[in-house]
């Protein structure tokens, strides 16, 4: 096991790989900051660990997380993520999130939700939902709502495609600053996304053409160098040309 780095040795870990028994961060030194922890990692008093294999990630202003390439999620509170409505229940919808156990929608989960007005989602039906609940042992808790309580972004997405990639696509896609497969695609195209932290992204543009061009892209740009990915899109907007 690693010994305790200080805060400026801790910042060595961002970005390289770390394995389970790390200790990542020392929070004795950050008593006035809001350390927000993501997947991969816990708190053992004022140390930060690592419980995965993966790089170490930080995003503004103090959020730390350990990237790992998974298909299976595993949920963590305030991910967004994309979901499937599978069943309604009295209480819930339940919502296919890719994780080892159903997400728990409640019904008045949503802005200005009351009984007599709880929407009604098909079988099938997308939604962009936030994670408010997550715990090894019981199904994790999902909310339509910021932490506000307004919808902001989120509820049901119409229309569009939704392909799924590994986690760690995912992460990637929703790094700061913007990730280069994004930012260039962004520069010639017009299209909505929305990235879930499970590893779902939808698409949805005016022409199917740029919605397939803007997916296989995606797609494409996991093992890929920031100038490979800037390269590739300047191939595939010749070719739609």
């Known amino acids: 096991m690693n010994s305790m780095p200080s805060d400026s040795a801790s910042m060595s870990f961002v970005d390289r790989v770390v394995v389970p028994g790390d200790h990542v961060l020392d929070l004795t030194g950050m ?25 170490l990630r930080i995003s503004k202003p103090n959020k730390y997380w ?19 409505v599978v069943d309604s229940k009295f209480d819930n919808f339940l919502v296919d999130i890719k994780a080892p156990m ?6 008045l989960a949503f802005e200005g939700g009351t009984r007599r007005n709880i929407p009604k989602f098909e079988i099938g039906t997308l939604l962009y939902v936030r994670v ?31 392909f799924e990639t590994s986690t760690g696509l995912a992460r990637m896609l929703l790094s700061s600053p913007p990730c280069p497969i994004l930012e260039s695609l962004g520069k010639s195209l017009s299209y909505e996304i929305a990235i879930g932290l499970n590893g779902r992204v939808w698409v949805n543009a005016a022409s199917p053409s740029t919605v397939i061009l803007v997916s296989n892209a995606i797609m494409n740009s996991e093992f890929l160098s920031a100038a490979q990915q800037k390269i590739m899109v300047e191939k595939l907007m010749k070719r739609l040309q």
């Open 31 to 55: 008593a006035n900051q809001t350390i927000k922890l993501g997947a991969g990692l816990r708190q053992d008093g004022d140390a930060i660990s690592v419980m995965k294999a993966g790089k």
């Open 66 to 84: 350990v990237e790992s390439s998974h298909k299976r999620y595993v949920p963590c509170v305030e991910d967004t993520v994309l979901g499937i």
């Open 102 to 107: 159903l997400g728990l929608l409640p019904v």
């Open 132 to 162: 408010v609940k997550a715990n090894n042992t019981m199904n994790p808790e999902l909310s339509c709502m910021d932490e506000t309580g307004k919808a902001a972004e989120f509820g049901p997405l119409k229309d569009g495609y939704m």
